[in-house]
């Protein structure tokens, strides 16, 4: 039996890439102003990556509450990334972009495991473009 090939649409992908926005002006702005406005420039960036790991976190509350019985693993995956991400902000912002660069490549992992198991597969080379793109940006800024 022959499956039919899913791929996302669009416009989904023309909205993913315009989260990378926020990333690569940040990140180039954080080189640009004036060192007056250096820490709030960073923390921004800081901060919009921790709300992108929130949002990664969520998608799995969503796929597991249309399951009969919800995945306990799953839910609790689902909140690590923005309690990880609210902590990136309390510590010192370079620290707390490299957390975020790292936090956003394990999203990607879990997904990669997650995801297929509701053939949602096609994301993935979205996600790691995405991924590459956003991590790197917090990299540039906290060295």
């Known amino acids: 039996m022959q499956t039919e090939k899913r791929t996302i649409s669009p416009t989904a992908f023309q909205l993913g890439l315009s989260g990378l926005i926020p990333f690569i002006t940040l990140a180039g702005l954080s080189f640009a102003v004036e060192a007056s406005y250096k820490n709030i ?16 976190g969520a998608i799995h509350w969503g796929l597991t509450m249309r399951d009969t019985t919800p995945n306990k693993l799953y839910l609790l995956w689902g909140v690590i ?3 990880i991400g609210w902590v990136s902000l309390m510590i ?8 975020i660069a790292s936090l956003l490549w394990i999203c990607l ?6 995801y297929p198991k509701y053939s949602l597969e096609q ?21």
């Open 81 to 83: 990334p923005s309690l």
């Open 92 to 99: 010192k912002p370079e620290l707390g972009l490299l957390l």
């Open 41 to 56: 420039v960073v923390f921004s960036l800081l901060a919009y990556g921790a709300s992108i790991c929130s949002f990664l």
């Open 123 to 143: 994301w993935l080379p979205m996600r790691l473009i995405l991924t590459i793109i956003a991590s790197l940006t917090c990299l540039v800024v906290a060295i």
């Open 109 to 114: 992992l879990i997904d990669s495991k997650i």
